[in-house]
């Protein structure tokens, strides 16, 4: 699992990073909501640990911003601010959850194997566009040069991941956990299918956007 993890407390961070690599997760730091913000446009990742009080750009204001450009990584918000006003305004900014400082790791770790375990719920409204498609989130259509179709729950699903990340090699577990949850015992071959339904899809729309397979990663999507 790649993990981001914000926290402008120095030592707080330090021993963050060290425990959350000793539990096998691949971590980025970063301390303001600048960089953070950077980071998470530029990656993609599993999950975020974010601090509320940052420099340069506050947790709040990252997550807000992250979730108006459709960006759906579960977000666990960490904050001194511990009163029910700050729990609610973190969560209906758009947190997954919600853990006041101090903390005790294991506490922490039992957040990151909730938010990871559900399936994602990715954003209900909104159209995503790449070269010539456009998806819309809601009605789960596909519309492109030469028509539109519609698509299925998961299909549409896994056509938003590859429209928020258009030109990234998507890897197979990545795709996996996004689109059926990472405890579910969902079958190898059944992305293989669904890859399938969806090239079928852009073909019904005509559209020169493909699905390439990475051979022993993954799949991209590319013009
Ligand atoms: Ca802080």
């Excluded at 009163?83 to 758009?94: C, M, N, R």
């Excluded at 590859?162 to 689109?179: A, C, I």
Aim: aromatic letters at 6%; proline letters at 4%.
């Amino acid at each position: 699992m790649r993990l981001l993890l914000v926290e402008d407390e120095e030592r707080l961070l330090d021993s963050l990073v060290f425990q959350l690599e000793q539990e096998g997760f691949s971590v980025d730091a970063c301390r303001d909501g600048e960089e953070a913000l950077y980071y998470i446009q530029q990656n993609l990742y599993d999950l975020i640990l974010l601090d509320r009080m940052l420099p340069l750009l506050d947790g709040t204001e990252v997550l807000k911003t992250m979730r108006r450009s459709h960006n759906s990584t579960p977000v666990i918000l960490i904050t001194a601010l511990g009163t029910l006003d700050d729990k609610v305004t973190g969560l209906d900014l758009g947190a997954d959850d919600y853990l006041v400082k101090p903390f005790a790791f294991e506490e922490l770790m039992a957040r990151i194997r909730c938010v990871a375990r559900r399936p994602r719920r990715l954003a209900p409204e909104g159209t995503l566009s790449f070269r010539d498609i456009t998806c819309s989130i809601e009605d789960s259509t596909l519309a492109g040069p030469g028509g539109s179709c519609s698509m299925s729950r998961r299909e549409r699903d896994l056509m938003e991941i590859f429209l928020r990340n258009p030109g990234q090699t998507l890897s197979r577990p990545l795709l996996l956990t996004r689109v059926w949850g990472m405890d579910s015992d969902v079958e190898e071959g059944n992305l293989d299918n669904y890859i399938h339904f969806l090239r079928r899809r852009l073909k019904t729309v005509e559209s020169s956007v493909s699905i390439r397979t990475v051979r022993g990663i993954g799949y991209r999507m590319e013009a």
